[in-house]
T-cell receptor, first 123, second 116 residues
């Protein structure tokens, strides 16, 4: 099956520092990766869409200068939380999208495979 | 604006019985729907999906039903097993048309507990 890994699985940092989270698709190429954030007992909220070789598209309300996304290859996307503050403490999850299409059809089957998540705690 | 809603935060069923998890959506552009299972501190695991051209999709113990006119979908698990205990999220996407971003919009999740 399609496997997505994240590193680190958990991180504790001091307020004001920057933290980088890696998302890798291990056995497939992902032209698109997504970054989500989940607060306790809440839904997964999409933060940004990351396309290989281009700038990320951020959802409304997400600061692009604070959450830097780089998608340098078809198997790796990184999320850097810059100048982290305690309110940034959350569970960050990435997903990688596999596209399957029917020839000649605009309709594509949208399978996303999720990483195990990264627990960020900012002190 | 919550485009995908799971109005039941929790559900408890007896082992062997049917579990029915419900999900409603408001955006008529959604044409692809997915169910994910999630354990604490782990990423979601894909369970089953359905395209809007269908009204039912079955995979083993899991069946998803889609009622487009009501903008409602449900996940049936039968028979339920204790190992099914987890948080279940429904998600929706708009795939048709020239703009296919692949974005998934998630519901709030329903915690299912299957009692032995």
């Amino acid at each position: 099956g399609a496997v997505v890994s994240q590193h680190p699985s958990w991180v504790i940092c001091k307020s004001g520092t920057s933290v980088k989270i890696e998302c890798r698709s291990l056995d497939f190429q992902a032209t698109t990766m997504f970054w989500y954030r989940q607060f306790p007992k809440q839904s997964l909220m999409l933060m940004a869409t990351s396309n290989e070789g281009s700038k990320a598209t951020y959802e409304q309300g997400v600061e692009k200068d604070k959450f830097l996304i780089n998608h340098a290859s078809l198997t790796l996307s990184t999320l850097t939380v810059t100048s982290a503050h305690p309110e940034d403490s959350s569970f960050y999850i990435c997903s990688a999208r596999v596209r399957k299409g029917t020839s000649g059809s605009l309709l594509t089957y949208n399978e996303q495979f999720f990483g195990p998540g990264t627990r960020l705690t900012v002190l | 604006d919550q485009q995908v809603k799971q109005n039941s935060p929790s559900l408890s069923v007896q082992e062997g019985r049917i579990s029915i998890l419900n999900c409603d959506y408001t955006n008529s552009m959604f044409d692809y729907f997915l169910w994910y299972k999630k354990y604490p501190a782990e990423g979601p695991t894909f369970l089953i999906s359905i395209s809007s051209i269908k009204d039912k999709n079955e995979d083993g113990r899991f069946t998803v039903f889609l009622n487009k006119s009501a903008k409602h979908l449900s996940l049936h698990i039968v028979p339920s097993q204790p190992g099914d205990s987890a948080v279940y999220f429904c998600a929706a996407s708009a795939l048709g048309g020239s703009s296919n971003t692949g974005k998934l919009i998630f519901g709030q999740g329903t915690t299912l507990q299957v009692k032995p």
